[in-house]
């Protein structure tokens, strides 16, 4: 039976590393992406058998310069939680963006995830997002 | 020996490890083969490193790596490029430098060190014959360097034109024409001499071009057809004039020729035409294809068909996929996995009776 990284049974629908996605910290305001309705249930796709996940979100403004971020903040999550063979893809929620396209090029483009993700900066960013909130 | 759909199969020789994050590229040595050596390839790495293998086929593990780069680059090395020689190795970095490293009895020593680029390099390589040196990168830049005596580089022309990141460089395999493909799905061509160097035809999609981001681009031996391969999940093959381009004017425009659609689900990273035209993909669902001109149709122009798909062939996405120089089908991938893996495409033999 197939295991997540935090050891829960990924063949059950709503497991625990994917829901807690929605426990992530927005990066502009103290409360979590679902909080923010950023992240809602269904908008979180998994295909146990083809190994795929897509995440939809939407962001809190439309012209919401911190999209990038959020996206990013989602990719490490999952990528820190899932076993290497699976396959994500990131979006915003179709209509939710004034840059929908280019969010979503840029959100799956791998290299360009790489490079971000060594830039200290972002790393430090998306740490604090991705940090466990206590109280 | 002639190979068809279903009467070939693609053998997995050996499984190299070593690279402590995944692996982006790798270059086979060209010099090897004439020289008659053994084959040598070189790989980078998300580790910052560069490790040099080498085939010893009086050993078991046929195998080693008998080099780590290491120390030079702080962040990833993206890409890396033999001289037509032999004799130097070019290394591009996301830390925005290209390092150049010359092979001194057996060790590697980096001789020099290319600045210039804003930020992340992501390709680089040489000319036909040794002389220039092309590298791009996220700065939407293209830039072409003179290699002068005593591993001297000197930069001779800075190329804008793209409107987003530049993923790689590849110069024509017999005149000195630089192709670039991007982010901004063109493919693009420039031709000049000295540091006079201009932009003269771009690929997009007026021209039957990729709609969304151009990864890899590949020439077949003769310099008149490319292949290029896209996020948008197709293949495209393009052809010139040999003729004309071979003339005095150096230069002579592309056009489009077929679109491969349907055999690829996600991203196609990497794609190189051998020698003997087979086309090899290398893609983001982990899966190797092959693909050859298809002579039983009865269209106008040639198409291309799938030889053989070997789907898990890693267990992460491919990042590269290489045929090595020389006669025997063998071909080298690379992968968000860590891993090397060595291939032959053989043909099945079938014999009466079994």
């Given at each position: ?123 430090d ?11 | ?47 910052k490193?560069?490790r040099?293998w ?5 050993h078991?593990?046929s ?15 993206r ?16 830390d ?69 990141d ?36 771009t ?52 056009r ?29 669902d ?69």
């Amino acid at each position: 039976m197939d295991r997540c990284k935090c050891n829960s049974d990924l063949s059950s629908p709503k497991h625990c590393n994917i829901e807690r996605l929605r426990d992530i910290k927005d990066p502009e305001h103290p409360y979590s992406l679902e909080e923010l309705k950023v992240i809602t249930e269904d908008a979180i796709e998994v295909d146990d058998v083809q190994s795929y996940v897509r995440v939809t979100f939407t962001p809190t403004v439309e012209h919401c310069s911190m999209a990038t971020i959020i996206g990013l903040c989602l990719r490490v999550k999952l990528l820190r939680s899932l076993p290497s063979r699976y396959k994500v893809d990131i979006r915003v929620a179709p209509g939710s963006h004034a840059s929908e396209a280019s969010v979503n090029k840029q959100l799956n483009d791998k290299e360009r995830v790489a490079a971000a993700l060594e830039n200290p900066n972002l790393v430090d960013m998306v740490d604090e997002c991705l940090a466990p909130s206590y109280g | 020996m002639e190979l068809y759909e279903g009467g070939c199969e693609l053998k997995l020789l050996e499984t190299l490890a070593g690279h402590s994050d995944r692996v982006w590229s790798l270059a086979w040595n060209p010099a090897t083969v004439a020289a008659g050596t053994p084959l040598v390839f070189a790989s980078c790495s998300g580790d910052k490193t560069v490790r040099i293998w080498e085939n010893t086929p009086s050993h078991s593990a046929s195998w080693t790596c008998k080099a780590v780069l290491e120390d030079t680059h702080t962040r990833t090395v993206r890409s890396c490029a033999w001289s037509p020689s032999g004799k130097l190795l070019a290394t591009a970095s996301f830390d925005a430098t290209t390092a150049i490293w010359e092979n001194v009895g057996g060790d590697y020593e980096c001789v020099s060190t290319l600045e210039g680029h804003e930020n992340e390099v992501k390709s680089v390589s040489w000319n036909a014959s040794g002389t220039l040196l092309a590298t791009c990168g996220r700065d939407k830049s293209v830039w072409i360097w003179e290699v002068q005596p005593g591993n001297e580089f000197e930069c001779v022309s800075v190329l804008q034109g793209h409107t987003q990141d530049v993923k790689m460089v590849q110069w024509h395999p017999s005149t000195d024409v630089l192709f670039s493909c991007s982010y901004d799905n063109t493919i693009k061509v420039w031709a000049g001499d000295d540091d006079d160097w201009q932009c003269v035809q771009t690929l997009g999609e007026p021209n039957s071009g990729h709609s969304s981001t151009v990864w890899a681009l590949s020439f077949n031996a003769g310099g008149d057809k490319m292949v290029t391969c896209s996020d948008d999940l197709t293949l495209k093959i393009w052809e010139t004039d040999n003729i004309q381009m071979h003339s005095g004017d150096g230069y002579a425009p592309w056009r489009h020729l077929c679109t491969l659609t349907g055999y690829h689900d996600r991203s196609i990273f990497s794609v190189h035409w051998s020698s003997e035209d087979i086309i090899a993909s290398g893609a983001a669902d982990d899966a190797i294809r092959f693909f050859v001109e298809n002579r039983d149709g009865l269209v106008d122009g040639p198409t291309y068909k799938l030889l053989l798909k070997k789907e898990k062939a890693h267990d992460m996405d491919i990042n590269s996929i290489q045929w090595s120089p020389g006669e025997k089908r063998l071909l080298a991938s690379a992968s968000d996995d860590g891993t090397i893996k060595i291939w032959e495409l053989a043909s099945l033999c079938m014999e009466n009776g079994h």
